[in-house]
T-cell receptor, first 111, second 115 residues
Framework: GEDVEQSLFLSVREGDSSVINCTYT??????LYWYKQEPGAGLQLLTY?????DMKQDQRLTVLLNKKDKHLSLRIADTQTGDSAIYFC???????????FGSGTRLQVQP | EPEVTQTPSHQVTQMGQEVILRCVPI?????FYWYRQILGQKVEFLVS????????KSEIFDDQFSVERPDGSNFTLKIRSTKLEDSAMYFC?????????????FGPGTRLLVL
């Protein structure tokens, strides 16, 4: 079945850029998403990219998609302590109308 | 900004008891979903619902689970006879129409603990 993989942990200093990586297996994915989960909270939609795009920028967030390698990344510019959270990559399975999530990357921002 | 809401935020129940988790999707959305996240594991798809019937369900969604849209605003997940392994965070989500129909917005979740 479909699978989405992420590294588990990333630590950066405040003001630096963070890059969170994700690989996926379903070549027919139409949309790929990034969600943010703060402690004890739900899944907040951050951004998404349509599969025919290579890049999408939204304020401090930049999403890069390499469809050939099935690789997705989320870059957060000028990372702040409030960005500390778990970031989930998810692919949309068109046939099932379901999201398949990665295991999440815990981003720790050091002051 | 419209959001998905869920009640209760926490639920503790005894094994074998029935629980009903409630969700109010975003008002003009037509597609509704339940996902769960067992502690330390991935968020997993349970079921999708459209036009008053189940569209898709995963292998997790067995006969112990059911969903219902009892009125124009609520969307519920019922677990008939809870098991210890049903302990998890349950997320409701909804999505809209046309180009937004694939984008799912999640509620804050209900943390279910089965003792």
């Amino acid at each position: 079945g479909e699978d989405v993989e992420q590294s588990l942990f990333l630590s950066v200093r405040e003001g630096d850029s963070s890059v969170i990586n994700c690989t996926y297996t379903d070549s027919s994915s139409t949309y790929l998403y990034w969600y943010k989960q703060e402690p004890g909270a739900g899944l907040q939609l951050l951004t998404y990219i349509f599969s025919n795009m290579d890049m999408k920028q939204d304020q401090r967030l930049t999403v890069l998609l390499n469809k050939k390698d099935k690789h997705l990344s989320l870059r957060i510019a000028d990372t702040q302590t409030g960005d500390s959270a778990i970031y989930f990559c998810a692919e949309y399975e068109t046939g099932r109308r379901a999201l398949t999530f990665g295991s999440g990357t815990r981003l720790q921002v050091q002051p | 900004e419209p959001e998905v809401t869920q009640t209760p935020s926490h639920q503790v129940t005894q094994m074998g008891q029935e629980v009903i988790l409630r969700c109010v999707p975003i008002s003009n959305h037509l597609y509704f979903y339940w996902y769960r996240q067992i502690l330390g594991q991935k968020v997993e798809f349970l079921v999708s619902f459209y036009n008053n019937e189940i569209s898709e369900k995963s292998e997790i969604f067995d006969d112990q689970f059911s969903v219902e849209r009892p009125d124009g605003s609520n969307f519920t997940l019922k677990i008939r006879s809870t098991k210890l392994e049903d302990s998890a965070m349950y997320f409701c989500a909804s999505s809209g129409v046309s180009h937004e129909r694939e984008t799912q917005y999640f509620g804050p979740g209900t943390r279910l603990l089965v003792l």
